[in-house]
């Protein structure tokens, strides 16, 4: 190698190793940010600079235009069922002046919600595990029986106002997100509150109810 080379090799390597440093901060680290956190960039109003909105994952705040749920939220969600007597755990999405409620809700292996009659269309989506979800006729007989959830035919159900139905967890706790109407209630709607006492289905915290569940969740997996 000759003196020439020998001095303008370090240079060389130097600006090479320069090139990708800023490669990494300029390009890559934007782009990395963005698909494996969430973060977004944008350029302020001189077209000059780019800002790093960074979202918050440890809260939920009620003001925020945009807000994120991450993972860690929704293992607390199943933690805090495990261990609440209901069985059940809730994220409330709801802002003061929402025209639909929005939630997230977290239900523990075996447990189960309803039976209960919709006073407003509702829309259920499952987000994790598994559930069997159940309407019921006004006499008490099951109407039909649908899996929510990855390995079934569907992963949400919308339902319209005035149906009975409950949903019953297997082995695997189940994260669900539930967005309802709130506008007020109808006449029809409300001679639906008036006849909520007519279903004849057990309360699923009963003997009778639970053997009712097993049975409902053995002819559901059929």
Excluded at 187 to 201: E, F
Aim: aromatic share 10%.
């Amino acid at each position: 190698m000759d003196d020439g080379y020998s001095n303008w090799y370090p240079k060389l390597r130097r600006a090479a190793m320069i090139f990708i440093a800023v490669y990494i901060v300029m390009v890559w680290l934007p782009s990395a940010y963005s698909y494996y956190f969430g973060g977004s960039y944008r350029e302020d109003a001189s077209m000059e600079k780019l800002h790093l909105e960074s979202p918050d994952f440890s809260s939920i705040n009620p003001a925020s235009d945009t807000r994120f749920i991450s993972k860690r939220m929704i293992q607390g969600l199943i933690s805090s069922a495990a261990f609440s007597p209901t069985g059940h755990s809730i994220l409330n999405l709801t802002g003061p002046g929402d025209v639909y409620s929005r939630k997230i809700v977290s239900l523990k292996r075996g447990s189960f919600k309803g039976p209960s009659l919709t006073a407003r269309p509702l829309t259920s989506f499952v987000l994790e595990g598994v559930l069997a979800h159940v309407t019921f006729r006004p006499d008490g007989t099951v109407s039909n029986c649908v899996l929510l959830g990855k390995g079934g035919p569907a992963l949400a159900v919308d339902i319209k106002a005035g149906v009975w139905f409950a949903q019953l967890v297997f082995d695997k706790p189940v994260v669900i997100v539930e967005t309802e109407a709130q506008e007020p209630l109808t006449p029809s709607s409300s001679r639906i509150d008036h006849n909520v006492s007519s279903i004849k289905v057990p309360s699923f915290a009963s003997p009778e109810g639970k053997r009712l569940a097993a049975r409902i969740l053995q002819q559901c997996m059929s």
